[in-house]
């Protein structure tokens, strides 16, 4: 059964710091990378997508992967309360698959 | 305009009752895909369609029909519901298998 894993959290970091959220993967074949955002009550938003090794930036987002090591990561810079949410790693298995992981709670403090 | 839209939004009903959620999509995407997220906020994929075809079946009772009559349409119908049915169902699509984009989902509750 391949697998995602995520810490449950919460991850709780003061307005302005940098949050960091970190998934493990357990397929070795897999090729695409995924973070979401959930709110309560809501839907998963996706955040950002990443296909190769290393670094993706998009505004306060940094994703990170490192296939050799089976993990990806997500950096959120400047923290704000609004981005107090669940986070969701997904990790492709085959083309239509994703396996998603079971979320990381991130409070910011104001 | 909503780009991905299920209806409906609640759904309370009993048990050994057969209900249907419906989806659709105006993305033009060739995916569409129905998860289940149960009430420890585990997301679990249950089919994938790609261009009306049925890609992937995870295992779900076959009491779950889901049904393409077009790529941009994925309904889900439900037959003889059960208490542990009682979760949120989330519609989604993508292109090939690229991101997926999610619908609002649909609380269903079995009573």
């Known amino acids: 059964q391949k697998e995602v894993e995520q810490n449950s959290g919460p991850l709780s970091v003061p307005e302005g710091a940098i949050a960091s959220l970190n998934c493990t993967y357990s397929d070795r074949v897999s090729q695409s990378f995924f973070w979401y955002r959930q709110y309560s009550g809501k839907s998963p938003e996706l955040i950002m997508s990443i296909y190769s090794n290393g670094d993706k930036e998009d505004g306060r987002f940094t994703a990170q992967l490192n296939k050799a090591s089976q993990y990806v990561s997500l950096l959120i810079r400047d923290s704000q309360p609004s981005d107090s949410a669940t986070y969701l790693c997904a990790v492709n298995e085959g083309t239509y698959k994703y396996i998603f992981g079971t979320g990381t709670r991130l409070k910011v403090l104001a | 305009d909503t780009a991905v839209s299920q209806t409906p939004k609640y759904l309370v009903t009993q048990m050994g009752n057969d209900k249907s959620i419906k989806c659709e999509q105006n993305?033009?995407?060739?995916?569409m895909y129905w998860y289940k997220q149960d009430s420890k906020k585990f997301l679990k994929i249950m089919f994938s369609y790609n261009n009306k075809e049925l890609i992937i079946n995870e295992t779900v009772p076959n009491r779950f029909s889901p049904k393409s009559p077009d790529k941009a349409h994925l309904n889900l119908h439900i037959n003889s519901l059960e208490l542990g049915d009682s979760a949120v169902y989330f519609c989604?699509?993508?292109?090939?298998?690229?991101?997926?984009?999610f619908g609002p989902g649909t609380r269903l509750t079995v009573l």
């Open positions: 993305l033009g995407h060739d995916t």
């Open positions: 989604a699509s993508s292109y090939l298998g690229n991101e997926q984009f």
